[in-house]
């Protein structure tokens, strides 16, 4: 029985080390209900208005609203908004 209960433990504690990782795949915008967020077609045209081009995906991802598209320097851009703000919260540019 001991020989069982020591890789379970061990699993068991592997679990918190790892949820950090599966969180932070895509940041946390806002925490406000979404009757609050901008809608797509303002969003669209914000981002449109910061210099953001050639949109190939706008999508809701968790509390974002996140884009794929070129910068006005034509960089390559990944970008999470706040939905009620407009404000970027993280980007990848390459």
Same mark, same amino acid.
């Given at each position: 029985?001991?020989?069982?209960?020591?890789?379970?433990?061990? $699993?068991?504690?592997? !679990? *918190? $080390?790892? %949820?950090?990782?599966?969180?932070?795949?895509?940041? +946390?915008?806002?925490?406000?209900?979404?009757?609050?967020?901008?809608?797509?077609?303002?969003?669209? $045209?914000? %981002? $449109?208005?910061?210099?953001?081009?050639?949109?190939?995906?706008?999508? !809701?991802?968790?509390?974002?609203?996140?884009?794929?598209?070129?910068?006005?320097? &034509?960089?390559?851009?990944? !970008?999470?908004? &706040? *939905?009620?703000?407009? +404000? !970027? %919260?993280?980007?990848?540019?390459?």
């Amino acid at each position: 029985m001991r020989y069982l209960i020591a890789p379970l433990l061990a $699993a068991a504690a592997l !679990v *918190p $080390a790892l %949820v950090p990782t599966i969180a932070s795949a895509s940041p +946390a915008c806002t925490t406000e209900a979404k009757d609050k967020w901008m809608s797509e077609d303002a969003m669209k $045209a914000k %981002v $449109a208005e910061m210099g953001y081009q050639k949109i190939k995906t706008f999508k !809701v991802s968790g509390s974002c609203y996140e884009i794929y598209g070129y910068t006005k320097d &034509n960089k390559k851009a990944e !970008v999470y908004f &706040n *939905p009620v703000t407009g +404000a !970027v %919260v993280k980007s990848e540019i390459d």
